[in-house]
């Protein structure tokens, strides 16, 4: 049974980090590319990271870029995004994908809120 659980969520004022995680099990972790993405009320959901198999390439959308870092333990099954100088317009579900093989898995999503 292949899960994806995101968790690391939470309220968070401007300017605070969040670092999330996402657990994977039912499948061979290290063989998929990881993926974060997110959704903000009345918005399409949207590419926030990206990081190959191996962890040796990422890319980034542009509004995180040099503020979010994605991360993965290939040995943890697990794959992170670190979240600095947080914003407003960061606030969203955030989700985890993986993808390959033909075969593309989603977590439920965690809720990052940036608010004072």
């Known amino acids: 049974q292949v899960q994806l659980v995101e968790s690391g969520g939470g309220l968070v004022q401007p300017g605070g980090s969040l670092r999330l995680s996402c657990a994977a099990s039912g499948f061979t972790f290290s063989i998929y590319a990881m993926s974060w993405y997110r959704q903000a009320p009345g918005k399409e959901r949207e590419l926030v990271a990206a990081?190959?198999?191996?962890?040796?390439?990422?890319n980034y959308a542009h509004s995180v870029k040099g503020r979010f870092t994605i991360s993965r333990d290939n040995a943890k099954n697990t794959v992170y995004l670190q979240m600095n100088s947080l914003k407003p317009e960061d606030t969203a579900v955030y989700y985890c994908?993986?993808?390959?093989?033909?075969?593309?898995?989603w977590g439920q999503g965690t809720q990052v809120t940036v608010s004072s």
């Open positions: 990081i190959t198999s191996a962890g040796g390439s990422a």
């Open positions: 994908c993986a993808t390959g093989w033909g075969r593309e898995y």
